[in-house]
């Protein structure tokens, strides 16, 4: 089956930086969009930024300038390279794909998640 598995959370000053990344494995012929979305104590999820096969980007309006998200074809993983970091940053960032798979000899089309990578942006 297909995995996602983040990497790269970790406690940071406000200020400072941190860059997330995601590899997804399995049996994959192609990755349609991936991107990050985060959850904060509280609060629902909500989608930071993706990447389109054909690199066009979104991103949330509080987090432009200061993210960027990009991906490495070859190796089926996204990043997202945080600046600037702000306490509203903290939150558990999710790793997402739309792609299709073989699924028991048949391609099929699908969404899958990581578990999650947990951000931290305290003094």
């Known amino acids: 089956q297909v995995q996602l598995v983040e990497s790269g959370g970790d406690l940071v000053q406000p200020g400072g930086s941190l860059r997330l990344s995601c590899a997804a494995s399995?049996?994959?012929?192609?990755?349609?969009?991936m991107g990050w979305y985060r959850q904060a104590p509280g609060k629902e999820r909500e989608l930071v930024a993706d990447?389109?096969?054909?690199?066009?980007?979104y991103y949330k309006d509080s987090v432009k300038d200061r993210f960027t998200i990009s991906r490495d074809n070859a190796k089926n993983t996204v990043y997202l390279q945080m600046n600037s970091l702000k306490p509203e940053d903290t939150a558990v960032y999710y790793c997402?794909?739309?792609?299709?798979?073989?699924?028991?000899?048949?391609?099929?089309?699908?969404?899958?998640w990581g578990k999650g990578t947990l951000v931290t942006v305290s003094s």
């Open positions: 399995g049996s994959i012929f192609s990755i349609n969009t």
């Open positions: 990447i389109n096969s054909d690199t066009s980007t």
């Open positions: 997402y794909a739309d792609l299709r798979y073989n699924h028991y000899g048949f391609p099929r089309s699908g969404d899958f």
